[in-house]
């Protein structure tokens, strides 16, 4: 199971970096995608990455302000989120894929408890 963190509160404008750790067999390739969910709304698609990180997909929400990178080495998927707005605002899910399931939240195997972001104005 994936473990999210690098959540908090932080100013309209501001930025944020969110971690999620995969203790996976050392020889699995699974691709990682970060999923939000604000207070009384369906859990959304942010970001998605590959293995070896060959293949990227963002939503258009985040497109241009968010950044998914993965460090092998450390087991580590990370979400750079700049330019943050209130509307960033959710408790943010990683989930494991051993496909690339990109946006379908269906395909993935594996999800994490959150980290709660918060952006003010």
């Known amino acids: 199971q994936p473990v999210e963190s690098g959540g908090g509160l932080v100013q309209a404008g501001g930025s944020l970096r969110l971690s999620c750790i995969q203790k996976?067999?050392?020889?699995?390739?699974?691709?990682t995608g970060w999923f939000r969910q604000a207070p009384g709304k369906r859990r959304e698609f942010v970001a998605s990455?590959?293995?070896?990180?060959?293949?990227?997909t963002y939503s258009d929400s985040v497109k241009g302000r968010f950044t998914i990178f993965r460090d092998d080495a450390e087991s580590t998927v990370y979400l750079q989120m700049n330019s943050l707005k209130p509307e960033d605002t959710a408790v943010y899910y990683c989930?494991?894929?051993?496909?690339?399931?990109?946006?379908?939240?269906?395909?993935?195997?594996?999800w994490g408890q959150g980290t709660q972001v918060t952006v003010t104005t």
């Open positions: 990455i590959g293995w070896k990180g060959v293949r990227t």
């Open positions: 996976l067999p050392t020889d699995m390739k699974f691709a």
């Open positions: 989930a494991v894929d051993v496909n690339y399931s990109g946006r379908n939240i269906d395909g993935y195997e594996s």
